[in-house]
């Protein structure tokens, strides 16, 4: 699948995020480099939630992360909101960052454990002077309350008496603390249970819609990404292999390893016994990419064509498009 | 079937500035060779914290009381010298979040075969071939590549994965899971979750698997335990539990998961409400508050654990489908 | 290429720090008072104050008058005494001492503070925990040529088990060296010994607490192989970067000791100069001390990388 092209990029929709050619570059040792991201194309409409879902390892954080310049990308543009900031020096792009938030999928390793909820969620508001002391406290508690925390109880406690599922809600308030245009999630819910999982899910949709919130949504839960995305975008090594929106996803995914992926959901229902289509053999090495399409060697329909030639992303049906040479269609 | 682990009335608080926190209260359990338990319930309800007081890990502020059985021994007033011993090959543990887990300036190779040869006495080469061999079963790309890097430059779900290959590395009888597979993608969940049935097959090992994943449960464990307020409140057999459920809380927890075959964009349900305050618990069931059955009677007075002839346990007044 | 980038950056960097360092020194010394052509001959005739004024370079502006200074350096030309003699070969026998000083007190403050931290920390809250915070506490509150004085008047003097005071060479025979370097050093690592051990405990506390320590402990390792393999190295980096800040303070600190126990090092050779109004010989030790400074910095700054990948980048 390791798919390019940019048919899918719906440039004359004034989109708020569009993402060209994207590569970022990890040194392996003197000589070697891995590319976990290698080319990538995409856009995010006003208000839309896209979904990035792929293998473990197959650089969705790498990607998250590149969106905000942390690190810079080695290569390609990531225009926001008309401003290309890949470009922009470091004060410029300074005064930018409040724009773009990111919940980081290490959310709870990123909350120092000495300090109290409060001063955690109020960092970021003092460093950006949001308003007197008096006010920034109003607003924490308020950000508490909204992430389903208790704010009495918990303002005063410091992050390592929280459970995992407390901290990533903390996580959470932080992030919106500065109320973004865009935000980042990166596997936000993978450590809440379902119902308060459910809760922040909401929460999420209830801000896209009140504050007009446009969100890219990593997560390897296909059920959560069905329930918020508008969009869903399927990686697989550094490459896309295909795009849609979730419904004719799930109905009619064509690309091989988008079907292995939803077929490999596991069913709350001891009682089905689950036909997995398996991804077999072993996870090919980063560093040296097969050629061609990425996927061929798992792939149960891979040809010789697909060794040589590098699937381009095409349309197979209205807003559906897949980078294979041997899509699947039902 | 003999018992591998068995707890009675076990009990941990911690000492803190706002009073003690009962995290876990008055558990009993029982485990056998080869089984495979799933815990489910809140964030906070204390999963984490009964597993791991379980082992012995717990910090100075915690108190433990009641007695943890391990092989038909009491080990629950062993110095942790003593404890130590069954560390590792008796029971081991896949901690719950991956990106904190591993020391972040030692090899990944270093982590993995120090167990290897500090506990099962390997030499160098004999660690590092085993230690490649683990890395392969959980599916890590590049084997030789990844026991040189830092764990800083993995993925968060390769983290993961070598956690688990931590915790495998000297084929334990009891692995905790505590959420072992948050961070994977299904597929290679799925890979794990196999490799994780194989182990119990091959080596009897039994399993306490913590995850927020009912779908994850429902395909991988024996029985399920639903912790709520650091009680157990539900316990039952895998098939029994979601055919039959009888805890108000364990059917909205159901009700809550996002589920394939709904259409998109869709709000999700919500159990409206959160745990009770642990340092204050509650006089009634501590449930009520969030419970749509919930009566007078709740509220005031404490549900006993009820068991049922087919071994069904709950703890509520008014059970869904009724007593027996 | 992108080594050899970062060696040029850090390199100037350097360079520039000497530079700015020396530079701000030439312009301090000449706001002393007095007119040093004076202070030599009093009765000296004009032309000889001027040829003199004029060798010195203080018929100069200060940029020129520095620039004159730096040249000469190049050239290998470490300036001249006013009262007569070359600054390189005083230069040549103040150095050691002060390095020796230096060295031996980093090495003892760590031997001494690791493993005092280390225990404890894992002792956190015991008699000993408590014993050894109070006393390093009380000892670090002491100014340090307060300490030097009482260890040489108390040991040096009335016990007599070690000599008071004095230096000898390597060369002159390694156990007298010793014995005369155990009181200045034993003086000056009492600070740096608190500092560390202080933070070694703090940040090996902190670092117990972290999920991979419990991770380690779950595989069933000893609390010694633990506490040595994984929390002692993330902590080291903190150290380290002690170890590197507190050496300014240190080097401050040998100076002082030297003029107490009477070591000609280049802190008494400072005194003598700044006493003498050593225009010269003042720049150029200035500029040895920093370069010292930046030195050992750099080194940390290289050893901390090697103990501590999350400090490497590892960007293509
Ligand atoms: N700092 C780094 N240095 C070197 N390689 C890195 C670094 N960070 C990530 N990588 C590599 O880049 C690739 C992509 O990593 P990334 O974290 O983006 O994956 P991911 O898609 O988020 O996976 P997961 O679902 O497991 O979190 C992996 O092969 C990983 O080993
Ligand atoms: N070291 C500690 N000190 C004080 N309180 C703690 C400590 N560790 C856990 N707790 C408290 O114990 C309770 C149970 O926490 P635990 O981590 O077991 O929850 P959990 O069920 O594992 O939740 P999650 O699903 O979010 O991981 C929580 O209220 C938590 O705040
Ligand atoms: S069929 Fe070919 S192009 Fe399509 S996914 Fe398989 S290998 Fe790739
Ligand atoms: S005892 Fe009452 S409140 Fe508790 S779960 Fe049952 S019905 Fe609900
Ligand atoms: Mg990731
Ligand atoms: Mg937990």
Redo the contacts between chains.
Sequence with gaps: MAGSGKLHLRLDSDPLLIVQDLVV???VNRKS?VSAVAGISFDVLRGETLAIVGESGCGKSTLGKAIMQL?RP?GGTVVLDGVDITALDGNDLRDVRPKVQMIFQDAISSLD??LQVKNIIDEPLKVWKKGTAAERSVKVDNLLNSVGLDPVVVRDRRA?EFSGGQCQRISIARAIALDPVLLVCDEPVSALDVSIQAQILNLLQDMKEKLGLTIIFISHDLAVVKAVSSRVLVMYLGKICEVASPDDLYARAAHPYSRALIAAVPIPNPDVIVKRISVDGEPPSPVNPPSGCRFRTRCASASERCAAEEPQLQEVGLGHFVACHHPVTN | MSEILKLSDFSVSFDTPRGDLHAVRGVDLSIAKGESIGIVGESGSGKTVLS?AT?G?M?STATCTGTVEFKGAVISNLSRAEV??????G???V???PM???????RIGSQLM??LI??LGMSKDQARARSVELLERVRIPDPYAAMKK?P??LSGGMRQRI?IA??I??TPELLFADEPTTALDVTVQAQVLELLAELRQEFNMAMILVTHDLGVVAGQTDRVIVMYAGQIVEAASTTDLFRNMKMPYTEALMKSIPRMDQSSGQRLRVITGRLPDPTTPEPGCSFAPRCEYATDKCRTEKPPLVTTQTGHQYRCFFPIGGSL | MKKAQSLLIRFSQVALVLLGATFLVSILIRQLPGDVSLLINPVASEAERASLRHELGLDRNYFSAYWMWLSRMFQGDFGFFIFGGKVLPVLKTAIPPTLQLIFYTQIVALTVAVPLGVTSAYKQGTRFDRFTSTTLFSLSSIPNFGIGLILSLIIGVKIGILPPSGYKPISEGLIDHFRLMVLPVLTLAIAPISTYTRLLRAEMI?AL????V?????????DR?ILL??VL??SCTTLMTSAALSMGGLIGGALVIEIIFVIPGMGTQLAKAIGMREFLAIQTYVAFIALFYITFNSIIDVLIGV????TRS???
């Design positions: 570059q990890y040194k480099f690190p080695q454990p000495r390592y | 791991r082992m890990l910090p130590r011993k069954n560390w590792g090959t029971m081991a543990m901690f719950q979040d904190t887990s591993l020391n972040p300036v030692r120090e167990a500090v506990r830092y800083g430059e956690v931590i915790a590395a000297c | 902190g607490r972290e999920d991979y419990l991770l380690a402990l779950s595989k069933g390792l000893s192989r393999r994984h190295r993330p103990v501590d990948p999350r590892r960007r293509a």
